[in-house]
Structures are given as C-alpha cells and as structure tokens.
C-alpha cells in the first residue's frame, strides 16, 4: 500500500490535487528551514573559534531564538500565502520578518550589554543567520513554485497546444504570467514573438523571444507552435487582420485578449483570453457617438421599444439604459423571448424603470392603452417579421405586422404627440425583390408621408418622423452566422444559396449606436443609411467561420450551393436608383433623399392593402404591393409573373 502510494502516477496525482499546504505545515516546515540555517551559522562562527550564544546553558536561548522568529512570522502572515503561487510581495514579507528577529536581539544584546556587561548572543552571528535563514525560507518557496508549475504545465494524461504568444510588452507579459497560473491549463506557451526584432537574445519569464522575420505561420510551423494569443496592445487593427488572416490561411488557432489594467486579477485576465471570433474580422472602426445629443433625447425621459425581445430590439433596451431614462417601456408579443429579457434586466443594478408588456403591434386597441398609460416621448420602432423566405409565403402576415403594426404605432405616435418616432428599416427595402423587403418599404414611405402632412399642416409639437435603414446583422436572429454556427456544430455542410452572393453586415451594437445617434440628430422625414463597410461574400464567411472553428474546409466540413431562395438578391443596396444622399456631420450616417407621397393618396392605398391581406389571398396582396412600390420586382418568385 505505501510503494503504491509513492508510485509516480500517485503521487504526481496526489501533488496535483492538492489545493494548498495548511498554514501549520507551513509553519513547520520554516521552523525547520531555522533550525537547519542556526545549525549552518553556528558552524560558521565555531570555525571561527567563535561562540553563537556566549553563555553555558544554550536550549532555554535557542528556543526563544525560534521562539521570536515564529512570532514575527505571525506578525507579517509569512506563511498565509500559498507557496506555489510565491511573489515578491512574499519574499518582502519574509525579508521584514528576518529583519525584525534580526533588530529584536540586537536591541536585546545591547540592553543585557548595558545592565549585565555580557552580551546573548553573537551580533556577527546574528547576521549571519538572518541572511542564511531569509534565503532558505525564499529558496524552498521559489523551488516549490517551480516544481507545482512543472507538474501543472507538463500533464501527462492531457496534451496542452503549443502556443505562443504575439508581444513582449506588458500586456503580453501580464497574459502569459495569468496563463500559468490558470486551473486547468489550456496552453503550453513556448515564447513570445517580438515584431520589431530588438530581443533576440533575451528571454521573458525563461522563455525564449522569438523575431518575426518572415510570416508568421512560417515562425510558427519552426517551432511547432499550434496556436497564437495576440496581446500587443501597439497593433493596429488592420495589422491585427493580417496576422489573422496569414493564420487561418494555414488552420492555426487565434485568441486574442483586451488591454489589461492594473487592477485585474490574474484569474480575470485568463477568461478574457478567447478565440477570436468572426466579428473580429470585420474591417470596422470603432463608432464615436454623440453623447450629450443622445442623453438630452432620452434622459429622465419615457421610451418605448417595440420587437424589444429581438436581437436588435433587445440591444437598443441595454443601450438606452446606460442613458438614464426615466421609464422604458418594452414590448413585443414573443412570451419566452421577453422573459429572458426581463431575466437580463432584472440582474442589472438601475433606477430605470422598467415596464415588460406583452402585446402585439397589430391590435391597435392594446397599443393605445400602452401609450395611454405611459405617454412615451420616444418611441423606437424595431417590431417586424423580416425572413424573407418566410414572408414570401405568408404575404399577408408580412403586410398586417410590418405595414399595419407600424401604422399603428406611427399614428399613436403621432395622437399622443411622441417627440420622435424612430423607425428600424433594412436595406431590402431599396429597389425590393420580396415580399419583406416591399412590406418595409411601405412602411417607411407611410412614416414619411406622416412627417409630410405634419410639415404641411405646421402643427406644434408634432411628432418627428425618423428612419433608420441598414443591412444584415452579424449574430441577430436568422442571421447566417449563427446558422453557419450550428451547422458546423453539427458536422456540415454549411449550406450557401450562391457562390457569388455578398452582403454588408454589421455587428448589433454598432447598428444600435447609429440607431440612437440617427434619432438624436433626426429632424423628422428622413430616412438614414449607414456605412456598412465593405461588402462581404457569404462563401468567404463561411470559409472563415471553419476556420475559427479549427476545421479544414471541403476537407472536414463541406460547403454546399442550394441556389438561390424567393426573393433572393445576389447583393443588396442601400439606395433606390433615383434617390440621392446628404452627408450629415457624423462620417457613418447619410441621410437617403427619397420621393415623398402625398399622405391621403398613401393612406388609402395602405388601408386598401390592408384590407386585402385580411383575405390572406397572396396574389392579390402583392399585386397591390407592386403599384404602391413601382420599383419592387420579384426574383426567384412565382410572383415573378406579376412583373410581366
């Protein structure tokens, strides 16, 4: 039983598991560590043809010796840190422990030397046993140390990835030294890659700086290096995509970790270290947003958000409450959805108020009991059906929730005398080859007409009309990166309509930025665009998504064309062929000149088509869609025929 609790894997698992040393284990094994150094130092000083301690009975003094080092050991808590996490904040400790022992009995020599004439003990003597023991006490930690991060980092029964890491600034110090000490260990760091090549003969943390000459894949497949953490804060984001880009180009992985500050812990800077993900990738710069105009518009005020459990919905609720309103109000009609983000809410720490109702944009009389009771000031409109595919088959539905439910909100909007009324639009909506996207266009011209006839009849205090219209959301609900997701999850293929299809995406926060900032500075009437960056093909995202994934494309996950779905455009745009745009002072946001109707013609079109869908005959509802959106042509339809 003893020889198999001294096997090696035993006691390499007994070692690992072992959390920490009792503090009276640690305690002893300094008593130990004194005894040993005393014994040391009285050699020392008999080779001399000295005497440690100068008088005959020698135990009673060598206690109390022991006796005090053990009461300046509680006195700075030497032995309340765990040693194989030792710092110099220990090494501190044990220092000002050894030299407080050290002035202790030299005061105490020179006292007995003033009454009695005789000194205790030796002072050379004392010296010199306060350097032996303060060196001994430090050296067992540092050896303990080394021998736990030797077990943590070298398991046998789990192969970590070699990795290295990019920077040899703070920040790519700070990560390395986190990543040793994180329980499980999920990397073997093997160095780290100096790009301006000034540290080839030195090393950090004994381990080797690397100087990246070529490519780095090519550094990387030298040393047998699988992975790569990139913590130089002095890259630039386009440096960062090359050196992503040359990765997934040859299938190596790539975290990426924030700037560290000072006051994180070790703990929490290993959590921020994740793989980079696919909105990483997007050649984007961060959005500076107008503050002061956007806190003047929703401070202390009522907010309402319609669809306020969707993706963008939802993230427009997070946004406005870092502007301290005074109420919001979030509604939308999906149960689970809204609970969870009730769930969200609730956890945060705020003043807000904040009103959960479920209810459904098309009744009309529910909505007016919202705005009855809550009187909004802003009202931000994201509730709306937009799968293409979805409301190529159901028209009617698309009609009464995307046409009705905004008429409905526009027209409370504009009774209850709302301060501004901002309308989430898509990009389908510009020269529309769907059903959804025509459905929103309609929408948006009613919102325009609204703001028209209130311009015409100089009312006071109305209600200012704004649109917002962008392209595809990366992560929002029904968005090809979380199909992509899943797919991959599930093995493949991750399916593609066409090979050359493209679109602009942007993340949720940044479309939620440009939508508040567009509110804020909206005058009424028009529609807004934002700089979507540059285009994307769906293939190439794939491809990329595989990647990340750690996986080879056509090789471990394949990539199948299904063609293209009704109603589906190879590209979108953001601009009807006739319409013009107006810069605005913020770089990302234009403003779209569109054709703007009469309301009373528009009114009674709608109405029509309203009443159309309510017989659910598909038809007929988009034969009306296609006169009062002359530029929607269906593709890939069989409403393609109407067109003819």
Same mark, same amino acid.
């Given at each position: 039983?003893l020889?198999g ?9 007994t ?49 109390? !010796? ?41 005061? !105490? ?9 005789? +000194? ?34 070298e ?23 986190? !990543? ?7 990397? %073997? ?6 790009k ?5 003969? %030195? ?14 894949? =090519?550094?990387?497949r ?7 953490i ?44 994740k793989?980079?993900?696919?909105e ?15 806190? +003047?518009?929703?401070?202390d ?33 999906a ?40 009187h ?16 190529e ?18 027209? !409370?909007a504009?009774?209850?005398?709302v ?6 639009? =898509? ?33 006071? %205090? ?38 050359d ?19 804020a500075?909206?005058k ?14 769906i ?62 013609i ?12 309510n ?10 869609m296609?006169?009062?959106?002359p ?14």
């Amino acid at each position: 039983m003893l020889l198999g609790f001294l096997s090696r894997k035993d006691l390499l698992s007994t070692i690992r598991n072992l959390s920490y040393l009792p503090r009276w284990i640690v305690v002893g094994i300094d008593v130990m560590v004194l005894i040993i150094s005393f014994f040391f130092t009285r050699l020392i000083i008999n080779g001399l043809g000295l005497s440690y301690i100068t008088l005959n009975d020698k135990a009673p003094y060598i206690c109390f !010796l022991l006796g005090v080092n053990v009461v300046f050991f509680w006195i700075f808590r030497t032995y309340a840190g765990i040693i194989r996490h030792s710092s110099y904040i220990d090494a501190i400790k044990l220092l000002f422990s050894q030299i407080s022992v050290l002035v202790f009995f030299v005061t !105490l020599n020179f006292v007995f030397q003033s009454f009695y004439g005789y +000194k205790i003990y030796l002072n050379t003597a004392l010296f010199i046993n306060m350097v032996l023991s303060f060196c001994s006490l430090f050296l067992y930690r540092v050896v303990i140390k080394q021998v736990f991060e030797r077990f943590f980092s070298e398991r046998n029964d789990v192969k970590l990835p070699r990795t290295i890491i990019y920077g040899t600034d703070a920040n790519a110090l700070a990560v390395a030294k986190s !990543l040793k000490l994180e329980v499980p260990t999920r990397f %073997k760091i093997v160095g780290f890659v100096d790009k301006n090549s000034q540290n080839s003969s %030195k090393r950090m943390m004994d381990l080797p700086i690397l100087i990246l000459k070529k490519k780095l894949p =090519t550094l990387m497949r030298s040393i047998n290096a699988e992975g790569v953490i990139i913590a130089d804060k002095s890259l630039s984001k386009e440096e960062r995509l090359v050196i992503v880009e040359q990765c997934l180009e040859f299938n190596y992985k790539v975290y990426i970790v924030p700037l560290i500050t000072d006051w994180e812990n070790q703990k929490e800077i290993s959590q921020k270290v994740k793989k980079i993900q696919i909105e990483d990738l997007l050649d984007r710069k961060p959005i500076v947003l107008d503050g002061k105009a956007i806190s +003047k518009q929703l401070k202390d005020k009522t907010i309402l958000i319609t669809g306020a459990a969707g993706s963008i919905g939802s993230e427009i609720v997070r946004q406005v409450l870092l502007f301290k309103p005074k109420i919001i109000v979030v509604v939308d009609q999906a149960e689970t959805p809204l609970h969870n983000l009730c769930l969200e809410l609730n956890v945060l720490e705020t003043q807000v108020e904040i009103a959960t109702i479920v209810a459904d944009i098309r009744n009309k009389d529910a909505m007016n009991t919202i705005f009855s009771n809550y009187h909004p000031e802003v009202v931000y409109h994201a509730a709306a059906y937009k799968h293409v595919p979805l409301m190529e088959e159901n028209p009617s539905q698309a009609i009464l929730t995307n046409v009705e439910g905004t008429k409905n909100i526009a027209d !409370l909007a504009s009774l209850f005398k709302v301060k501004k009324f901002v309308m989430v639009s =898509t990009d389908k909506a510009v020269n529309p080859s769907n059903v959804m996207g025509a459905s929103k266009r309609i929408a948006e011209k009613y919102v325009q007409s609204l703001q028209l006839k209130s311009n015409a009849n100089k009312t006071a %205090k109305s209600t200012k009309f704004i649109t917002t219209r962008f392209g595809n959301v990366l992560g929002s609900n029904g968005s090809v990166v979380p199909l992509f997701t899943k797919q991959i999850a599930a093995g493949g293929p991750i399916t593609i309509t066409h090979p050359d299809i493209i679109r602009y995406f942007m993340t949720i926060p940044e479309a939620c930025q440009l939508v508040l900032e567009a509110g804020a500075m909206g005058k009424g009437g028009e529609i807004y665009i934002f700089d979507m960056g540059k285009p994307v093909k769906i293939i190439d995202l794939a491809r990329k998504m595989i990647k990340l994934a750690g996986f080879i494309p056509e090789e471990d996950i394949k990539i199948k064309i299904v063609g293209l779905r009704p109603g589906e455009k190879l590209y979108e745009e953001l601009l009807n062929d006739t319409a013009k745009t107006i810069a605005t002072h913020h770089h990302k946001i234009m403003i779209a000149e569109e054709i703007q109707e009469e309301f009373e013609i528009l009114h009674d079109e709608i109405e029509e088509l309203i009443t159309i869908a309510n017989f659910h005959k598909k038809e007929a509802i988009v034969t009306k869609m296609k006169k009062i959106v002359p530029e929607f042509k269906s593709m890939n339809s069989t409403y393609e025929v109407l067109d003819k």
